[in-house]
């Protein structure tokens, strides 16, 4: 499986192109939507099928609407952040730029997405918003704004939630029995081995 972080906008949100034997998935295209599909275009072989949204935030979803106009895929998000995509939404209060469109697919814990040769599996993260999800493969977990590098996502923001986000740590902590490469929503990849110390002294900050 390949992976290509690309990293866009002005929120400098990673974007990860994730493929393997010519099919493909687009994680978290949150600006600069022409650089996204340049970098597509150089991989013409690769048939991108979806786009999938970490969670809703217009920093995470805002080329969902060109992207699927170019690319032909389908866009997934968590069910209960589908409202961010609403052309009326927060989003466009935020970046009155922001397109609204609609999801394709509405995902919910421990849904699989098949792309062709790998799958993905949601795994709910809410916390930062209502619908976060990380999406987990064999050995890689896309993290979204659930965990970064030594630390873990707001949940001052409107939606967000932390007594919920205890929760999904200690879920996490208690789900993943072996280490797995962790590429967040924004920052440096990391490990999950690395970042368990730093989920602990989360819990007892919540």
Same mark, same amino acid.
């Given at each position: 499986?390949?992976?290509?972080?690309? &990293?866009? #906008? %002005? &929120?400098?949100?990673?974007?990860?192109?994730?493929?393997?034997?010519?099919? @493909?998935?687009?994680?978290?295209? #949150?600006?600069?939507?022409?650089?996204?599909?340049?970098?597509?275009?150089?991989?013409?072989?690769?048939?991108?099928?979806?786009?999938?949204?970490?969670?809703?935030?217009?920093?995470?979803?805002?080329?969902?609407?060109?992207?699927?106009?170019?690319?032909?895929? !389908?866009?997934?998000?968590?069910?209960?952040?589908? %409202?961010?995509?609403?052309?009326?939404?927060?989003? !466009?209060?935020?970046?009155?730029?922001?397109? @609204?469109?609609?999801? $394709?697919?509405?995902?919910?814990?421990?849904?699989?997405? /098949?792309?062709?040769?790998?799958?993905?599996? &949601?795994?709910?993260?809410?916390?930062?918003?209502?619908?976060?999800?990380?999406?987990?493969?064999?050995?890689?977990?896309?993290? #979204? /704004?659930?965990?970064?590098?030594?630390?873990?996502?707001?949940?001052?923001?409107?939606? @967000? $939630?932390?007594?919920?986000?205890?929760?999904?740590?200690?879920?996490?902590? /208690?789900?993943?029995?072996? /280490?797995?490469?962790?590429?967040? @929503?924004?920052?440096?990849?990391?490990?999950?081995?690395?970042? !368990?110390?730093?989920?602990?002294?989360?819990? $007892?900050?919540?």
């Amino acid at each position: 499986m390949e992976i290509q972080k690309l &990293v866009v #906008g %002005f &929120v400098k949100t990673n974007c990860y192109l994730v493929y393997e034997n010519n099919y @493909g998935v687009i994680i978290d295209p #949150g600006g600069d939507c022409d650089i996204i599909l340049n970098k597509i275009k150089e991989l013409n072989s690769v048939n991108f099928l979806y786009i999938i949204n970490t969670h809703g935030h217009f920093d995470h979803t805002y080329c969902d609407k060109s992207l699927k106009e170019s690319l032909n895929s !389908k866009i997934l998000i968590h069910k209960k952040d589908s %409202f961010f995509l609403n052309s009326n939404s927060i989003n !466009k209060i935020i970046e009155p730029s922001y397109n @609204g469109v609609e999801p $394709d697919i509405l995902l919910e814990d421990n849904d699989f997405i /098949d792309v062709n040769s790998f799958k993905l599996k &949601v795994f709910h993260s809410e916390g930062h918003t209502p619908g976060s999800i990380m999406l987990i493969t064999e050995n890689e977990i896309f993290s #979204g /704004d659930t965990i970064f590098k030594n630390s873990i996502g707001r949940t001052d923001l409107e939606y @967000g $939630d932390s007594k919920k986000m205890k929760e999904t740590i200690i879920k996490i902590l /208690d789900y993943f029995k072996k /280490d797995y490469t962790i590429y967040p @929503g924004h920052g440096d990849i990391t490990t999950l081995n690395y970042e !368990k110390r730093n989920l602990y002294h989360f819990l $007892d900050l919540l």
